[in-house]
């Protein structure tokens, strides 16, 4: 057989995806392994107290995962799962937003010290640096795509902070309802979308201007908001209703309503798959993630998690 011909056949017997989906599991302190071809959990390691935002490496071999029980970031290899290194961000930290960027730094919200935490993690001893926020409750947090600019929504202040992280300084305060928590950044860096849970309601800031531009009712409890990967569209997971709410980006008008379960099935964390057509959803009251098809908004089923399984990443290095 001719080697080209091989390799096709080879191609096409290897499953689209054979990624890897990670779960914190908040209520037992540990990290799922799901193996998103089979929906097959392929490991389930223990980790710090209340594991909750999960962020993949640039190349996706690591996975960082805060402690929101506590005061680290814990960094685990993929595929072997072993914790590799902890960092202490110190007393008190109680981190939960959570991204790593290209460069190799982590970013991290300490809601217990009201802190905007950078870490060099690219380093065996990694150096640590903190920035007061101001503000209180800073929970989730997106950089702009140059990694030179946070924002920070502060749940007990009603507020996101907009941070230099070049200069480690707070340009201002933006008033984003009353408990602003679900926070995204378009793939320009134009548009910050910010779900505000108490107010039901998703606003749409330039980041420019720093103006409000828009904003839409969402279902009850805006809890996340998240854009599919071609930037067309915004999603809110909505704890309150067991729903997605969909809106067009370029409008910020509301297009459709995806039901996934009941509103006692808690749903939190939502993230798309690389190429948009799925969107996983954790639901922590029935310990399962839902996989939903984003084009029909059918449920196409709901792969295992630990108990109130909630942060979620996906890598794209396979456990098998």
């Known amino acids: 057989m001719r080697p080209t011909l091989l390799v096709a056949l080879l191609l096409l017997a290897t499953p689209a995806t054979a990624q890897t989906l990670l779960i914190g599991n908040k209520g037992e302190d540990s990290l799922s392994f799901v193996d998103l071809a089979t929906g097959r959990e392929m490991r389930r390691v223990k980790t710090g107290e209340a594991p909750h935002e999960i962020a993949t490496s640039p190349d996706g071999r690591q996975a960082a995962v805060v402690n929101y029980g506590g005061q680290t970031i814990e960094i685990y290899a993929l595929p072997s799962a072993q914790r590799i290194r902890t960092i202490d961000l110190g007393a008190n930290a109680r981190p939960h937003g959570l991204l790593w960027l290209a460069d190799g730094r982590l970013v991290a919200t300490a809601e217990g010290r009201d802190a905007l935490m950078l870490v060099d993690g690219a380093t065996a001893t990694p150096s640590v640096a903190e920035i007061a926020t101001g503000a209180e409750g800073p929970h989730m947090v997106a950089v702009s795509p140059d990694g030179r600019r946070a924002y920070v929504a502060n749940m007990g202040s009603g507020t996101v902070g907009v941070f230099d992280l070049s200069t480690r300084a707070k340009l201002r305060d933006l008033p984003a309802g009353k408990q602003p928590e679900g926070i995204a950044l378009s793939a320009d860096g134009r548009r910050l979308w910010v779900a505000d849970r108490s107010g039901d309601t998703v606003r749409v800031f330039d980041t420019a201007s720093f103006a409000e531009v828009a904003g839409a009712p969402t279902g009850k409890t805006p809890i996340r908001v998240a854009l599919t990967p071609d930037g067309r569209h915004a999603v809110t997971s909505d704890f309150g209703a067991g729903t997605l709410s969909v809106f067009d ?48 908004g059918r449920v196409l089923g709901r792969l295992p998690a630990g108990d109130q399984g909630d942060g979620l990443a996906i890598s794209p290095v396979s456990m098998r």
Do not use: C, N
């Open 249 to 296: 980006t370029a409008t910020a008008k509301p297009l459709r309503t995806i039901r996934v379960g009941a509103p006692d099935f808690q749903q939190v964390t939502t993230i798309f798959s690389s190429d948009g057509r799925s969107v996983y959803v954790a639901e922590t009251g029935i310990d399962r993630i839902a996989e939903v098809d984003f084009a029909t």
